[in-house]
C-alpha cells in the first residue's frame, strides 16, 4: 500500500438547495491505496458528496482536486470509477454488450483488463445473459466491472447493497494487486469494520474522522442498554457512578469502560430493571455515543 500520499483532497466543500445545507463544509484527506467508508443514516449528505467528487453535481462552495486535476476535467474522469445505488447499464442488452459498449467510450482500455475483470467478478456464466434478468447481486458486480474498465486509480461505491461477499472478495484482490483506493458509502455498520479510515457523517457534517481502532478507542466504550420503568432514576443512577447515559423510550445506553461497571450499575438499579444487554464495542456503539441514536 502507497504510505502518506494523498490521491484526493477537498476543503470547505459545501452543498446548498435554496436554505437547506445538504452537505456542510467537509473537509477531506483520501489516502491511496485505502478502503475509506463515508458512514452514516439515509440522508446524512453521503451520496450528495460522493456526486460532487465525481463532478455530476455542482459544488456551491469549496475545492476538490486530485493531484491537479478537478472533477470537470478529463484528467480526473479517467482516473475514478462510480457505481450508483441505482444502474446506468441497457437492461435490454447482454452483459458483454454493455461492458463492450462502456469499454468504447474510454480513449484506453486494455483487451486483458477487460478480461481480468471478467474473471475478477464471475462474470464468465452470465456474460451472454440480458442484464435485465440478472440478480440483484449480479446486476451489482456487473457494475462494478465497468466502473472499472477504464483502470481507474479510485473506484466510489455508493451503497453497495447486494452481493456483499463476491463484491468486497473481488475488490480485496483487486487493491492487493493494483493499489486501488476504494470510497464507499454504507449505512452497514458491518462494512466499515474493514476500513483504512472512516468519516463519520450526520446531517450533512463530518462529526468524526479516523480509524476504527482509534474510533472505537476514543468513542465506544462497552455498552450497557438497560431496559427499564424508571428511565429517569437510571440515568441519574449511571451519571453519579460517572458513567455517560442517553434515555430513549423506556430504554437507557449506558457507556462503560469495564464490564465490572456494568456489574455494579446493575446491582444499585435492580428495583426499576426490566431487562438489559451488554455490548462490546462496535462501530455501532461510536455512532450511538457520537450522536445518541442508532444508524438506521
Do not use: C
Not at 466543500?13 to 436554505?19: A, E, I, P, S
Not at 452470465?126 to 473506484?155: C, E, F, W
Amino acid at each position: 500500500m502507497v504510505i502518506d500520499m494523498i490521491l484526493l483532497e477537498t476543503t470547505n466543500l459545501t452543498k446548498t438547495y435554496g436554505t437547506k445545507t445538504v452537505v456542510n463544509d467537509i473537509s477531506l484527506k483520501i489516502q491511496a491505496g485505502q478502503l475509506v467508508a463515508f458512514l452514516g443514516p439515509n440522508g446524512a449528505g453521503k451520496s450528495t458528496t460522493i456526486g460532487m467528487l465525481t463532478g455530476l453535481i455542482q459544488p456551491s462552495s469549496g475545492k476538490i482536486t486530485m493531484g491537479t486535476a478537478t472533477p470537470n476535467q478529463a484528467a480526473y474522469r479517467q482516473q475514478s470509477g462510480v457505481v450508483f445505488q441505482d444502474s446506468r447499464l441497457d437492461r435490454q442488452l447482454t452483459v458483454k454488450e454493455n461492458l463492450e459498449i462502456r469499454s468504447q467510450m474510454y480513449t484506453k482500455t486494455d483487451p486483458a483488463w477487460f478480461d481480468h475483470l471478467v474473471d475478477q467478478f464471475d462474470l464468465t456464466p452470465i456474460l451472454n445473459q440480458a442484464y435485465g434478468t440478472l440478480s440483484g447481486g449480479q446486476r451489482r458486480r456487473v457494475d462494478i466491472a465497468r466502473a472499472l474498465l477504464n483502470h481507474p486509480h479510485l473506484l466510489f461505491l455508493d451503497e453497495p447493497t447486494t452481493g456483499r461477499q463476491t463484491i468486497w472478495t473481488a475488490i480485496a484482490s483487486l487493491r492487493a494487486q493494483s493499489q486501488l483506493t476504494v470510497i464507499l458509502t454504507t449505512h452497514y455498520l458491518e462494512e466499515t469494520e474493514q476500513a483504512d479510515f472512516v468519516y463519520v457523517i450526520d446531517q450533512g457534517t463530518i462529526i468524526a474522522a479516523n480509524t476504527v481502532g482509534q474510533l472505537k478507542q476514543q468513542y465506544a466504550g462497552h455498552q450497557l442498554i438497560v431496559r427499564t420503568h424508571a428511565p429517569q432514576q437510571v440515568q441519574i443512577a449511571a451519571t453519579q457512578a460517572n458513567l455517560p447515559a442517553q434515555i430513549d423510550g423506556d430504554t437507557v445506553r449506558v457507556q462503560v469502560s469495564h464490564p465490572q461497571a456494568a456489574i455494579t450499575l446493575l446491582t444499585t438499579i435492580q428495583p426499576q430493571l426490566i431487562d438489559f444487554e451488554f455490548r462490546t464495542a462496535d462501530m455501532n456503539t461510536i455512532f450511538v455515543a457520537l450522536t445518541g441514536k442508532e444508524i438506521r
